[in-house]
């Protein structure tokens, strides 16, 4: 049997750029360190420094892991939509091309305490 709607359906996603009031989404994740079972979901305005990200955001939610006061910013491997990526610490986001909803990833070779890597 067949059913046929009497009313068409247009779904509308809350999720978009216009619905944050200057905001975007920015989702963070650190390879190999399983105590954050997902990215971090982080709501900033694209004028935010990369290095503010760092430092008022992304840190204060890293504290939990062993291995966050050993992190050398410096030498962080980061990957943008899954590509290597080099990020510009002064400059916002958009000016390091991170849009509403981009992810970022960090590796931190030599801190995988919580799993076992080679």
């Not at 359906?9 to 200057?22: C, I, K, L, M, T």
């Not at 990957?79 to 002064?90: I, T």
């Not at 981009?102 to 890597?117: E, I």
Request: with cysteine; proline share 8%.
């Amino acid at each position: 049997m067949s059913v046929v709607a009497r009313k068409e359906y247009v779904a509308v996603p809350r999720d978009r750029v216009e619905n944050f009031h200057g905001k975007q989404l920015v989702y963070v994740s650190w390879d190999h360190h399983l105590l954050f079972a997902a990215p971090f979901l982080l709501c900033l305005p694209p004028q935010t420094a990369f290095g503010e990200l760092l430092d008022s955001a992304l840190q204060p939610l890293l504290q939990a892991d062993p291995d966050a006061a050993a992190i050398d910013w410096g030498k962080v491997e980061w990957l943008k939509d899954n590509q290597p990526w080099v990020p510009d610490f002064e400059r916002s986001l958009a000016d390091n091309g991170i849009a509403h909803k981009g992810q970022l990833r960090m590796r931190t070779p030599g801190l995988n305490s919580l799993c076992a890597v080679n």
